[in-house]
């Protein structure tokens, strides 16, 4: 189960902005509407990709971190429903014997998590900023 | 620009690890908040612990309950963490060493595959420089003698590009018959390894000391200073505190109680 985000129709950002696969979930919007979908990153390892049309942001490590992290071998995700100020630990990542705490760069509520993290850790090396996410509802 | 000292500080008295952990709890706080003025220190506190068996982040109160209940008839403490790598022990004849240090002060900061790849290298540098072993190369984070043979190991964790937690080595016989009671980092035919057995020498963790804060200086290229205690404010006070409780606790067991 993954957490996805529809792609935008106009995509009007200034920094990097990546490709974001096609939604599973049918969800329609109107021809004429723009949607908004931009990537910001913390001073620390997290990536959010908030999309202003269903208030979703997907949380991820960024492709950086992966690389200086190692072998990722276990993530401790949150709980869905839980609540989160920003700057709160919401997980943590464990690589070559250091456990690396995650902080939620907005404040919200999980409304999902990447449930693939438990049996894959490894994901995260392999795509930290697309299939890696857990999702955050700002 | 050159980074600041590390200030180093060596516990004589074995301490108690709950103790222990809060004093880096503690430490990493005023770390955290001196940082914002930029006038926080990076630390390297070297000490044994009493005998105490730990977990890490991945494993759960559940898994461990039996582990807990075994161990702690055995005559040791058991306390979960949250720091990386899973069962290990401490105890006298072991040092302990826990960098307390702020990754972010150089720029880029330091990445965590690199700080845990200087620890062990300084591990290695200080065994074969001062004592002549040389181990073999692992998969496993840690330092192998053999692919059997365990003589250090590592855990860390680390919050806002803050350490805690570090490295254990294995300097007399005595951690060896406790580590002999348990399953290990998860590593079912491993064994633990220490200084002296490899060398045939005698050897105190004492010793030791001279020789792994000049090792750890020059492999993250740092300028180590001995902390003095009565000159540094908060952080000074909070060790002093430490071992003042650690000397009042008495005696700790030599052996396992197996019956």
């Known amino acids: 189960m993954f957490t996805v985000i529809r792609s935008a129709a106009h995509a009007r950002s200034s920094f990097s902005w990546r490709a974001i696969p096609p939604s599973s979930v049918a969800r329609r919007v109107p021809a004429n509407y723009r949607t908004l979908v931009t990537t910001k990153y913390t001073k620390e390892h997290e990536a959010i990709v908030f999309d202003d049309a269903t208030g979703v942001g997907a949380v991820s490590i960024t492709n950086h971190a992966q690389k200086s992290l190692g072998d990722v071998v276990f993530v401790e995700l949150p709980t869905i429903g839980s609540k989160v100020g920003k700057g709160e630990q919401i997980g943590a990542v464990e690589s070559v014997k250091a456990a690396s705490d995650i902080y939620a760069p907005v404040s919200g509520q999980v409304v999902e998590v990447n449930e693939r993290l438990n049996d894959e850790p490894g994901l995260l090396n392999r795509s930290p900023e697309q299939d890696g996410k857990s999702c955050l509802n700002a | ?259």
């Open chain 2, 1 to 259: 620009m050159s980074l600041p000292p590390v200030f180093y500080h060596y516990f004589h008295t074995p301490l108690p690890y709950a103790r222990t952990l809060a004093l880096q709890e503690k430490l990493h706080q005023i770390q955290l908040a001196a940082r914002r003025a930029s006038s926080h220190q990076d630390l390297l506190l070297l000490l044994q612990h009493r005998p105490v068996y730990t977990s890490g982040r991945r494993q759960t109160t559940d898994e461990l309950a039996a582990e807990r209940a075994r161990l702690t008839h055995i005559g040791a403490d058991f306390v979960e963490t949250a720091r990386g790598g899973q069962l290990t022990y401490h105890g006298p004849g072991q040092l302990v060493g826990y960098p307390l240090f702020d990754l972010a002060r150089t720029s880029p900061p330091m990445g965590i595959r690199e700080y845990v790849c200087r620890m062990q290298r300084m591990i290695q540098t200080y065994l074969s420089s001062e004592h002549g072993i040389r181990g073999v190369p692992s998969e496993h984070t840690g330092i192998f003698l053999d692919g059997t043979t365990k003589i250090a190991s590592i855990g860390i964790q680390v919050r806002h590009r803050l350490t805690t937690h570090g490295f254990a080595m294995n300097v007399t016989k005595e951690p060896l018959r406790w580590f002999d009671q348990v399953v290990a980092c998860g590593l079912a035919d491993v064994k633990a390894g220490c200084i002296e057995l490899a060398t045939g020498k005698p050897v105190q963790v004492d010793d030791v000391i001279g020789g792994v804060v000049a090792a750890f200086g020059a492999t993250y290229r740092r300028d180590m200073e001995k902390l003095r205690v009565e000159s540094a404010g908060e952080v000074g006070e909070a060790i002093k505190a430490l071992e003042d409780e650690s000397l009042a606790a008495g005696e700790w067991p030599k052996y396992p109680t197996t019956d």
